[in-house]
Every structure is written in structure tokens, then in C-alpha cells.
């Protein structure tokens, strides 16, 4: 019986370490067993940050609206103002013309020593007439004519920045009609000329009126930056051929 017993003991034991080896497989065997839960714990963490994703994904998709077809209908671009386009004349005139639904553009010859024009363009296209800036030296001052008395000169009025002026509205001649400021900046003599005639050959009043008023001209004429928006050497005093054939002329003093 006791052989018999030592047999099985035996058997039972055959796959244990020997007794002095028994400690440090205790040890190996614990090791693997911290890195295998270790390496389980890792595992569960990548999964569940997995679904995390994978949830939030979904949810937006669900929830969140997805981008709208791109409408076939045609959208309408706006369109460069004229007081966009770098001409420091034209920046000076445009905000009138732009308020009444117009466009004005450089009209070619539009540029000379001395002077700029443009055409005035309805919301068709149709012209509505010309704006015609003129520049002159007046250092010793100036004659602002008066209509019924040629040799008279007017009484100017005068802005706070420091400029005499005058206006005329010439609308008697309904092929020709204009309205036209003559200002003097005081300062240096530096004088502007700008005549704004309506579309000429209508044979109508209205038709032919010019696209700026007299109190719109004025405010042009006297605008501290149009003087400024030409070079120095540019001036219109005689002799000087190829500038604006203004309605009333400008006239130095004496």
C-alpha cells in the first residue's frame, strides 16, 4: 500500500520543479500572469475608445444635417462700384452718380495734362451724359464770371476748408444743358472747373439733363482731394488746346 501510494505521489509531482527550483517558477509564472492581465486591460482599453468613436461618428451622421445640393440657379455677383477703380478723380465723382443707379467710366481721350472726362451710363447702358474736370494755376487770383455781365466778376461763395467758388446752371439750350462749379482753393491758387452736361442732342429738357446737380458739382469742385488728385506740373491755363471747352470759362482776376 505505501509503494503504491509513493507511485502516484510521484506521478502527481512528475511536472513540478524541483524543490529548489520551486521559488523562482513562482516568481516567472506570477511575471507572465501580471503581463497577460496587463496586456488585457490595454486591449479593453483600445476597444472601448473604439466604440467611443465609432458612437460619436454615427451620432453626428444621425443627427447633424448633411450639406445642402448646390443650387442650379444663378447667384448674382455685385458688380466693381467706379469708385472702386484707382483714379482719385473719379473717386471724387463717383458717389452721386452711384446713388442715382448710374455708372460713370473714363471716356476715351480721358485723360490730358490737365483735365480727366467721363461718361455717364444709365442702368441700360444708355449714356446720360458727360463730366469734365479741368485744373488751373491761379495764384493772384480769380475772375468768377458773371452770365449777364461779362466783364463783371461774381461775388464767390466760400467753403470752411477754405475755398471760393461759384455756380451756373445753364439749361436754356435743351441740346446743351449744363451745370457747372468754378473753385478757387485760396491756399495756393489751385483752381477746378467741373462742368457736368447731359447727353446732348436729345431735343429734350428732361432727356437731356445733366446726371449731377449744380449742388452736387459744387460738392465735387470744392472736395479738398480733387485738387490733390492731379499732378503738379498739369494745369489748363492757355495755352492749353486740348482741354475742356467749358460753358463758362474760368477767368484769372484783373
Not at 475608445?49 to 447667384?75: F, I
Request: some cysteine.
Amino acid at each position: 500500500m505505501s509503494a503504491l501510494l509513493t507511485e502516484v505521489l510521484e506521478r502527481a509531482c512528475e511536472s513540478e520543479p524541483p524543490p529548489e527550483d520551486a521559488v523562482p517558477d513562482i516568481s516567472r509564472r506570477a511575471d507572465r500572469l501580471r503581463r497577460k492581465r496587463a496586456r488585457g486591460v490595454v486591449l479593453a482599453g483600445l476597444v472601448a475608445v473604439a466604440l467611443v468613436v465609432l458612437l460619436g461618428y454615427a451620432l453626428t451622421t444621425v443627427l447633424l444635417p448633411g450639406p445642402k445640393p448646390r443650387s442650379a440657379a444663378a447667384v448674382p455677383v455685385p458688380q466693381p462700384r467706379p469708385s472702386a477703380v484707382l483714379d482719385l478723380v473719379l473717386s471724387v465723382l463717383a458717389p452721386p452718380v452711384d446713388a442715382k443707379g448710374y455708372r460713370i467710366v473714363p471716356r476715351e481721350p480721358a485723360v490730358g495734362a490737365g483735365w480727366r472726362q467721363y461718361t455717364v451710363l444709365g442702368p441700360d447702358g444708355e449714356p446720360r451724359g458727360l463730366v469734365e474736370v479741368a485744373i488751373y494755376d491761379a495764384p493772384a487770383g480769380l475772375c468768377l464770371p458773371v452770365r449777364a455781365e461779362p466783364d463783371a466778376c461774381a461775388l464767390p461763395d466760400r467753403t470752411r476748408a477754405g475755398s471760393e467758388y461759384a455756380r451756373y446752371a445753364e439749361t436754356g439750350d435743351v441740346d446743351w444743358q449744363v451745370h457747372e462749379v468754378i473753385a478757387r482753393r485760396v491756399v495756393d491758387g489751385r483752381t477746378v472747373a467741373v462742368m457736368a452736361t447731359g447727353e446732348r442732342g436729345t431735343g429734350s429738357a428732361e432727356q437731356g439733363e445733366p446726371p449731377l446737380t449744380t449742388v452736387e458739382v459744387a460738392q465735387a469742385a470744392t472736395n479738398p482731394r480733387l485738387p490733390d488728385a492731379f499732378g503738379v506740373g498739369e494745369r489748363c491755363n492757355p495755352p492749353a488746346p486740348a482741354c475742356p471747352i467749358l460753358r463758362v470759362p474760368v477767368r484769372p482776376a484783373g
